[in-house]
T-cell receptor, first 115, second 111 residues
Framework: DTGVSQNPRHKITKRGQNVTFRCDPI?????LYWYRQTLGQGPEFLTY????????KSRLLSDRFSAERPKGSFSTLEIQRTEQGDSAMYLC?????????????FGPGTRLTVL | GIQVEQSPPDLILQEGANSTLRCNFS?????LQWFHQNPWGQLINLFY???GTKQNGRLSATTVATERYSLLYISSSQTTDSGVYFC?????????????FGRGTSLIVHP
């Protein structure tokens, strides 16, 4: 069973460095979502793709955040010039949007610590 | 944007007790899901329930979309039910469908 996978699981970086996270969705899922979750809060939506098209990116937190899904399969989320406030769990989810059912399935997340 | 309110924010139960978690949302939604987040942070799907009632073992859920709320019932709670329960909705904003999570209900079940 290949669920949603994310790499790395943990990332520690110094302020000002760039980081990139990868998400591999469930095979054949055409939608892919990125979220950020901070302590005590629910996941906060950042952006989503349908196949390779990024359909919504207005919720990305700043212009330091960008995401790609070049071939409609895996996706990457990049944070440039990291700040301590970027420390959080970054979650990826995918869905198949079959018959109007858009049930999302989540990966284990990447925990980012910015020192 | 849409507001998603979950109650109660915290819940402490003795093993074997029953509970009801509530999710209210401020606008019409396309989809609604309930998740359980385990201590390692993994979000586990419980129900995909934009409307109606579903049951899965000791858990059941009901969504009344016209009245903008959903309920999650946990019966005969077990210590493994501990964790945070999230309600997530998807609503149309402009030309896009935006997912929004509530802040969760933190459940502790004591043996």
């Amino acid at each position: 069973d290949t669920g949603v996978s994310q790499n790395p699981r943990h990332k520690i970086t110094k302020r000002g460095q760039n980081v990139t996270f990868r998400c591999d969705p469930i095979s054949e899922h055409n939608r892919l979502y990125w979220y950020r979750q901070t302590l005590g809060q629910g996941p906060e939506f950042l952006t989503y793709f349908q196949n390779e098209a990024q359909l919504e990116k207005s919720r990305l937190l700043s212009d330091r955040f960008s995401a790609e899904r070049p071939k409609g399969s895996f996706s990457t989320l990049e944070i440039q010039r990291t700040e301590q406030g970027d420390s959080a769990m970054y979650l990826c989810a995918s869905s198949s949007l079959t018959g109007g059912n858009n049930e999302q399935f989540f990966g284990p997340g990447t925990r980012l610590t910015v020192l | 944007g849409i507001q998603v309110e979950q109650s109660p924010p915290d819940l402490i139960l003795q093993e074997g007790a029953n509970s009801t978690l509530r999710c209210n949302f401020s606008d019409s939604v396309n989809n609604l899901q309930w998740f359980h987040q385990n201590p390692w942070g993994q979000l586990i799907n419980l129900f995909y329930i934009p409307s109606g009632t579903k049951q899965n073992g000791r858990l059941s859920a009901t969504t009344v979309a016209t009245e903008r709320y959903s309920l999650l019932y946990i019966s005969s709670s077990q210590t493994t039910d501990s964790g945070v329960y999230f309600c997530a909705v998807e609503s149309r904003t402009g030309g896009s469908y935006i997912p929004t999570f509530g802040r969760g209900t933190s459940l502790i079940v004591h043996p």
